[in-house]
């Protein structure tokens, strides 16, 4: 069992930054896949970014491809989603989401056994 928090959320200015931060307790995070996701109002959960156990392989949404960064510090157990030049578009709530082992990434929410509660991210324009 891993216990995650999500955080970092904030409000910000469009064009502006925030680096998110998904916590793991309970269980070292180095053999868990990753993946944050987010919800805006009225809207379906979608994948925003992925990352493997490893950290070699990722996965970005066309959306947000270019500006967010996934990384995973196992050694924090920790992984962050360092989201640049945001947009009122990325106004939602960020989630992250880990899985044990695999192999490679995973986009879809069915694919997590674990979810943290919620960051929300608010980007004015």
């Known amino acids: 069992q891993v216990q995650l928090v999500a955080s970092g959320g904030g409000l910000v200015q469009a064009g502006g930054s925030l680096r998110l931060s998904c916590a793991a307790s309970?269980?070292?995070?180095?053999?868990?896949?990753v993946g944050w996701f987010r919800q805006a109002p009225g809207k379906e959960r979608d994948i925003v970014a992925a990352?493997?156990?490893?950290?070699?392989?990722?996965y970005y949404a066309d959306s947000v491809k270019g500006r967010f960064t996934i990384s995973k510090d196992n050694a924090e157990n920790t992984v962050y989603l360092q989201a640049n030049s945001l947009k009122p578009e990325d106004t939602a709530v960020y989630y992250c989401?880990?899985?044990?082992?695999?192999?490679?990434?995973?986009?879809?929410?069915?694919?997590?056994?674990?979810w943290g509660q919620g960051t929300q991210v608010t980007v004015s324009s």
């Open positions: 989401a880990a899985r044990f082992g695999g192999s490679g990434y995973y986009t879809r929410d069915l694919n997590y056994d674990y």
């Open positions: 309970g269980r070292t995070f180095s053999r868990y896949a």
């Open positions: 990352i493997s156990w490893s950290g070699s392989s990722t």
